[in-house]
């Protein structure tokens, strides 16, 4: 494909074991606002126009049940359903209505490498989508560890339409049709598991504030706070309930088409350093242990 279809990521969708608990979390400690709510399901809003970013589904063992991404209309949804298909994908469900959660129109598939991922059109938006301090807007980027990385990287690219932007070794940053510097992070790590996922703070005093509401909660800082190269955005990484890798994210560079990718060369920091400015400590051992611990349900791309 030559133009990207795909807006962003509306949503993640994740198995909950500790389901009360977890929503508590995500409500008075992470800064989402509850939806929707059923005895199995409960949905999470931004201050974003999106209609949920989070999902949890109550369930036995921590898992990803999807990916969920924004298409702008439904001429997007079939042609990028087309493009799955002719890649040969056999898991993939035609576009249809949605009923649930926002409803809308779209697709689930499961991508070479075994993720569940969905491509979603209209449906329920929210009109009040005006930034609050300390309270994410959205899903900056989802970082996916990869197992059979050249297989998702022309998935995502080549099928999906995604652009490499920039390579920071093991990191392949992939943008869509959206100013964000990226999307969608690959991993080169040999295990189709999720490095992490990011939310994005209006600002960076609502990051800082952040790590200190978790620090208070009993969710200590994992690496941050410190500024990325690639994409630039600050960042403060956690390990959430079920110990799920996540990331409070502002100020994500915003770019157009005249972007110049570089690669790790320019990239690489110097020896002991892990952030633009040289103030945050390496990470720690439990965050490298769990950005490699969640998988993907079997059949998390029925939708
Ligand atoms: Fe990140």
Known sequence: MSQCVVRGVRSVELVATNFEEAGRFYESVWGLSAVAARDDARMFRGTGRYHHILGLHRGQRPAVIRIVFDVADRQGIDTLY???VVSGCRNVVAPAELAADGGGYGFGCKDPDGRNLAFVTGGTEHA???????????????????GDFDASLRFFTQTLGFRQIDE???????????????????????????????FEMPDVDSVMRGIGRMKDNGYPVEWGPGRHGP?????????????????????????????????????????????????????????YRVQ????????????
């Open 82 to 84: 087309r493009a799955v």
């Open 168 to 198: 920071n070794a093991p990191l392949w940053f992939l943008r869509c049709a959206s100013s964000d510097h990226s999307s969608i992070v690959l991993a080169k790590t040999n295990q189709p598991t999720l490095n992490h996922v990011a």
């Open 231 to 287: 994409g630039n955005n600050v960042f403060a990484y956690f390990c959430g309930p079920d110990e799920v890798p996540i990331e409070y994210a502002s100020d994500v560079l915003q770019i157009d088409d005249s972007y110049v990718p570089r690669g790790s060369d320019y990239w690489k920091f110097p020896p002991g350093r892990s952030d633009h400015w040289g103030i945050t400590q390496p990470r720690s051992a439990r965050y």
């Open 128 to 146: 009040d989508a005006k930034d609050q301090p300390d309270r994410p807007r959205k899903i900056a980027h989802v970082n996916l560890n990869a």
């Open 292 to 303: 490699r611990l969640f998988g993907f349900t079997e059949d998390g791309y029925r939708l």
